[in-house]
């Protein structure tokens, strides 16, 4: 998977070409290969510099999310996922501290893993093409990246900058990736290694990271300074917001970035594998990976999307019925409306009442039970609509969370089948719901797991 | 257990806290100098007569740092036996200190100490320090932060005070402190503020507006609306989901002025003031802090008084005078309505909306200005308290001897 040729000049060009994939990607294998070049990168005499590069069209996609249930297995605990993920991490480490400059190549896109991988290197160039995108979309799986994104990023470009990419999870295009200091150059596609070859020759590849270099300061404003006291001040502010607290990885990125900014790298990418090992291990990643991940898949091997509208809408109506209900039992409405944007339901409609004076501080825990009612009452509704058709739980887990039902629940059928039916229907039915047979009738599996190649 | 007893007090006048306000010009710790000067030429010609100097500093940092206290009393010139120490508890601080200096002269292991506080709001900024509250993500969603302007705000909201009430305790700040002025009720206490060369820089209260009408206020525009959109009013309803939105309401003109300034209270045992020729003016009877429900945060007044006055053995009827810092409107107005208080006898000579709110220093100061109006009415009893970051709030309760 990974090839390395020496030119008369000592430059090793490493190019990383996984057979039978379109894409490459990161997994264990993929670790232990690098693992194993850069051992020989060292001992190698002849090798004065290294271009990291890819044969495909794109550099690195990200990683095989198919590594994410040895992570999440069930005994496995967050330390044992933290340490399992450093094996990656250990080898970006061992990459930028090789003592040799490395120059990583993209030749198009480098998502997640793909991109700390580039992040690991003292240099970065990508071919200028249209299609390339650069990013983190862990947030958006309720992850973080875990091999050191966290900490490279910020230390690379400042933290202010560094916050929306790690946040927001959408990728950007090259032009915005220069821009934003993640890429040191763009070159047209044919120039792409001869372009890497000369920075080598110029010496404009260090070899070493700044943060590795005595003295290094972070640009933009400390993580300790009243700039980064305010940054992280309305950070926690925004995340509470929006996605609001029912996601955990938002908080668990900014987390990384306080705590690890502050500390030597090699300590700080301890902190973050211990924050990837406490979500990868929790149950949101999982439902979102199910969700935005699997399910999507599942449905583009099958080639068509079942039609589930019908199902989406009775779910967001159950809601906005069931909130009406509360609030005619005498539940304040701005009590019901709260606890569905605190849990991320988007009710529609949202009851209204009158405002209540003196209102008492409420525990969450209490918010989080009227939630959870709503969301058996929004999951009941699905599973009445589904249909034993191939796709079908998958689409109507994707059209409810369109419409309102929360994506960290995995959707309202995920939601049934990790539960399991009977748990699921012995809840429901202590909240007072009536139980659809086709609750029992799934015997907890309205989602039929494939293994996602 | 023996008593403590106030012999003494003063402040300086308090400047805006910008850097076009008049004390800019001055260090914090000439303006610890100006008063700790003061007080000895007035009351203590032998310093070595104090144990120690306990000081409120909120920003205990830069120029503010390094245990301001014991460095003043060296800068102002007092005996090289008398220590310094510096206390934190955000905008109680002032009061803290008195209460932790009376609690040593109680127990016997004080003689003589002054106590007090300073803040330059103008030099070192608030929120300088940093801290983990808020900015550490973990800490910021276990404890559901919110900065204290959302808590106002909530405050509002929880009891319904509209902007026309929080305006009009803000125009009678105002016109209660230009009284006060005019009828020289702070002129035996008010230190003024020189320059280098003895030029008084400043002899009054800066910020004070005489003629600010509700009126006049109507016309700001809220402080805190950008920030409770950023995603505070969310946490706020979340910790209080039956209310459904919070209306901001707090604006510069009905909030607690920054500013600069410092205060010193002279506290002793009935022996030590004696032996230094001093009569007591007053003694501490009782005092109290407490935490509560920290996203509200600014609600606390009235619980520490009520803990101050049970261990007082008194009820809020006990106490003639009430000072309460007026760090926003809404928490003035709460707690007068918590204890059922007459607003006539809530903070008489105005309060920090009109005269500004320097951390570290305030405590001392209202506690000074409520001691002082007892002697001007005849009056016995006084109580003072202040809400504090984080939920807290302290009270302490004077009488006159």
């Not at chain 1, 693992?35 to 510099?49: K, P, Y």
């Not at chain 1, 933009?220 to 950070?235: H, K, L, N, R, T």
């Not at chain 2, 209260?205 to 920030?227: H, I, N, W, Y």
């Not at chain 2, 001691?371 to 809400?387: F, I, M, P, S, Y």
Request: proline share 6%; aromatic share 4%.
């Amino acid at each position: 998977m990974l090839t390395t040729e020496i030119d008369p000049e000592g430059v090793a060009l490493v190019t990383l070409d996984m057979p039978g994939r379109s894409v490459n990607v990161i997994d264990w294998a993929f670790a232990q290969a690098l693992d194993g070049a850069v051992t020989a990168l060292a001992a190698d005499g002849r090798v004065t510099g290294v271009i990291l590069a890819s044969g495909k069209a794109s550099f690195i996609a990200g990683a095989d999310l198919g590594i994410m249930p040895a992570l999440w297995a069930e005994g496995v605990t967050a330390g044992e996922a933290a340490a399992r993920i450093r094996r990656i991490g250990d080898v970006l480490r061992r990459l930028e501290r090789l003592g040799k400059p490395v120059i990583a190549a993209a030749s198009g896109m480098a998502l997640g893993g793909g991109l700390e991988v580039m992040l690991a290197c003292h240099s970065r160039i990508a071919a200028h093409n249209d299609r390339a995108l650069f990013g983190f979309p862990e947030v958006t799986l309720g992850l973080l990246p875990g091999a050191g994104g966290t900490q490279r990023l910020p230390r690379l470009i400042g933290l202010a900058p560094a916050l929306p990419i790690l946040l927001g999870g959408a990728p950007m295009g090259a032009e915005a990736a220069l821009e934003a200091g993640l890429l040191d150059a763009l070159v047209a596609p044919e120039e792409l290694i001869p372009a890497a070859r000369r920075m080598l020759a110029e010496g404009r590849v260090p070899a070493q990271q700044p943060w590795d270099r005595k003295g290094f300061a972070m640009p933009g404003p400390a993580v300790g300074s009243a700039e980064g006291f305010a940054d992280f001040i309305a950070a926690n502010a925004a995340v509470a917001q929006d996605p609001g607290p029912a996601y955990p990885a938002p908080g668990a990125i900014l987390s990384c970035l306080y705590e690890g900014l502050r500390l030597p790298m090699d300590k700080a990418l301890m902190v973050e594998s211990q924050y990837f090992g406490q979500l990868v291990t929790g149950p949101v990643a999982r439902a979102l990976i199910g969700l935005r991940f699997d399910a999507r898949q599942r449905l583009a091997r099958l080639g068509v999307r079942p039609e589930a509208g019908d199902a989406a809408e009775a779910c967001a109506a159950a809601m906005a019925a069931e909130a009406a209900r509360m609030v005619a039992g005498g539940i304040p409405a701005a009590r019901v409306v709260n606890a569905a944007l605190a849990a991320g339901i988007a009710l529609a409609p949202a009851p209204t009442g009158e405002a209540t004076q003196g209102a008492e501080p409420l525990p969450a825990s209490e918010l989080q039970a009227l939630a959870r009612q709503l969301l058996v009452a929004g999951a009941l509704a699905a599973a009445g609509a589904a249909r034993a058709e191939p796709g079908h739980a998958d689409a109507v887990d994707l059209a409810s969370v369109q419409s309102g039902f929360p994506a960290w629940t995995g959707g309202p059928l995920a939601m049934i089948d990790r539960a399991g039916a009977a748990a699921f229907a012995a809840e429901a039915e202590a909240l007072e719901f009536a139980v659809p047979p086709a609750v029992a009738a799934s015997g907890g599996r309205f989602h039929i797991e494939e293994e996602i190649a | 257990m023996g008593d403590a007893f106030i012999f003494d007090h003063l402040r300086t006048p308090r400047g805006r806290g910008k850097p076009d306000g008049a004390l800019h010009e001055v260090t914090p710790l000439r303006l610890a100098t100006t008063v700790l000067g003061a007080l000895r030429d007035r009351s203590l010609p032998d310093t070595a007569l104090v144990d120690d100097v306990i000081f409120g500093v909120v920003m205990p940092i830069g120029e503010q740092g390094q245990c301001l206290p014991r460095i003043a009393a060296l800068a102002a010139g007092y005996a090289d036996s008398v220590a310094g120490v510096q206390v934190n508890r955000f905008c109680a601080s002032g009061l803290e200190a008195v209460n932790v200096g009376a609690a040593k002269v109680m127990a016997g292991q004080t003689d003589m100490v002054i106590c007090g506080g300073v803040e330059s709001m103008s030099r070192v900024p608030i929120l300088s320090d940093g801290g983990a509250w808020g900015a550490d993500p973990a800490v910021a969603r276990a404890t559901q932060f919110v900065p204290q302007g959302i808590s106002a705000d909530l405050i509002a909201a929880r009891w319904g005070y509209d902007r026309a009430a929080l305006d009009a305790l803000a125009a009678q700040s105002h016109a209660r402190a230009a009284r006060a002025w005019t009828e020289g009720r702070f002129a035996g206490t008010v230190v003024p503020v020189r320059d280098g060369l003895g030029e008084v820089l400043l002899a009054q209260d800066e910020t004070v507006r005489p003629g600010t009408t509700a009126a006049d206020l109507a016309a700001l525009r809220p402080s805190f609306a950008a920030m409770g959109a950023a995603g505070f009013d969310r946490i706020a309803l979340t910790r209080y989901p039956d209310l459904a939105a919070i209306p901001h309401l707090h604006h510069a003109g009905n909030s607690s002025g920054m500013v600069d300034g410092a205060a010193a209270v002279l506290i002793g045992s009935l022996e030590a003031g004696a032996a230094a020729g001093l009569r007591p003016r007053a003694r501490v009877r009782a005092f109290a802090e407490i935490g509560s429900e920290p996203t509200i945060m600014l609600t606390a007044p009235a619980a520490a008084a009520e803990k101050a006055l049970k261990r007082a053995g008194m009820t809020a009827r006990d106490i003639d005078i009430f000072e309460v810092n007026e760090a926003f409107a809404a928490v003035a107005l709460r707690f007068i309505e918590a204890l059922e208080l007459d607003p006539e006898a809530v903070n008489v000579n105005g309060g920090a909306i009109a005269m500004g709110h320097p951390l570290g220093a305030t405590g001392a100061m209202i506690l000074g200005t409520a001691l002082d109006e007892l002697e001007r009415t005849g009056k016995a009893t006084a109580l003072v308290t202040l809400c504090v970051g984080a939920g807290m709030g302290v009270a302490t309760i004077i009488e006159r001897v």
